[in-house]
Nanobody, 123 residues
Framework: VQLQASGGGLVQAGAALNLSCAASGTFISISRMGWYRQPPGKQRDLVATITSGGSTNYESAVKGRFTISRDNAKNTVYLQMNSLKPEDTAVYYC??????????????????WGQGTLVTVSS
């Protein structure tokens, strides 16, 4: 399973960006997809996640500004980022967890990351 993220860039504070991340390869289903970010010199942290049923979870700092969504038919997750702030500057990574294959009673899962896309917000 591979993830391809896109949509990052350089914007001014207050602007909006939309990130997308498409999963490809061979798998049975994707249960949870999400976005994480790693600011310069800091650790990677959760931004938002969404289940196959549409349940979402957000980091408190982005609630009300960011919206995560997914298109299950396209195996794609999106992150609409509005009212961007300089502190949102980071490399954004997408993540997907799911079921890769099944053999009898054995289930094989996957947990993969995209390559990261840089979002820079200037003040």
């Amino acid at each position: 399973v591979q993830l391809q993220a896109s949509g990052g860039g350089l914007v001014q504070a207050g602007a909006a960006l939309n990130l997308s991340c498409a999963a490809s390869g061979t798998f049975i289903s994707i249960s949870r997809m999400g976005w994480y970010r790693q600011p310069p010199g800091k650790q990677r942290d959760l931004v938002a996640t969404i289940t196959s049923g549409g349940s979402t979870n957000y980091e408190s700092a982005v609630k009300g500004r960011f919206t995560i969504s997914r298109d299950n038919a396209k195996n794609t997750v999106y992150l609409q980022m509005n009212s961007l702030k300089p502190e949102d500057t980071a490399v954004y990574y997408c993540n997907a967890e799911g079921l890769r294959s099944r053999s009898g009673d054995n289930y094989y899962s996957f947990d993969v990351w995209g390559q990261g896309t840089l979002v820079t917000v200037s003040s």
